[in-house]
Structures are given as C-alpha cells and as structure tokens.
C-alpha cells in the first residue's frame, strides 16, 4: 500500500513502525515482506495478498468449533506479539483475514506501539484505534 507522508517525522515513524512489525514471524500475523522508500518519498511496505475476505463477511455461528479455532489462532498471534513487546491497539474484524488455506491472519499493525521503545511517537491523550471497537481508556487516550 503506497503512502506520501509529507513530513520527515511521519516518514520516519511509517518506516519504523513497518520495520519492527515485520520482524513479527508468526503463522497467525501476515508477514512483511519488505519496507522501502521510492527515491522520490513514496513510502511502501510488501505484504501477501489475502484474498479470502476478512471474519466479519463470514457467518461462523453455526459452527462453534471453527470459532475456537479461529479464536485460538488469534489469541495465540496476539500472545506472541505481546511477548515480542508490540501491542496491536486495533483488533477489529476487518483485520483478520484469512489466508488461501482458510486460515485466520492477524493484519494491519499500523498502530501499533512497542512497549520496549520508549520514545513516544503517538502523544499522550491520543486516542489511536477504531472508534467503535476501542476500549473506553482507549477512547479517552489513556
């Protein structure tokens, strides 16, 4: 997905983030493959195409042993990801899609945050996330 930012210190945090999301190697988070820049600014990340749909176009409740499923490979992606110190801050049911095998993958760590870097790029107060699934101290910036 190509994106100008115009400024060096959106640039910057774009190529961090991409950068440290894709050292994230994990059956159930969609990998990166790639993190550049074109030579004139243009900002790009390389990912697999996932064209299965995401879990809020499937109706699963007739089948509740493929929802544990799809809620243990979630909940084990997520596990991983914290132990790797990255909190996604925006699971919604647009980003799990599943891969050409039917398996969920966990996407779209854009907002995400690294709880072992210090440096605050996302100022406090900063509700960061989507509106109607973020947790109240979420909305509130907390």
Known sequence: SPLALNDEVSRHRFEKEARTIAKLQHPGIVAIHAVGRMEWGLLYYVMPYLSNGHIGKRD???DQARVIGV??????????????????????????????NDRPMLTDFGI??????????????TAIGSWGYMAPEQARGE
Do not use: C, P, W
């Not at 995400?112 to 107060?125: H, K, L, Q």
């Open 60 to 62: 699963l409740r007739s």
């Open 112 to 125: 995400a945050t690294s709880r072992r870097d210090r440096s605050r790029m996302t100022g406090a107060g």
């Open 71 to 100: 809620l243990r490979a979630l909940l084990g992606a997520l596990d991983y990801a914290h132990a790797q110190g990255i909190v996604h801050r925006d699971v919604k049911a647009e980003n799990v899609l599943f891969d050409q």
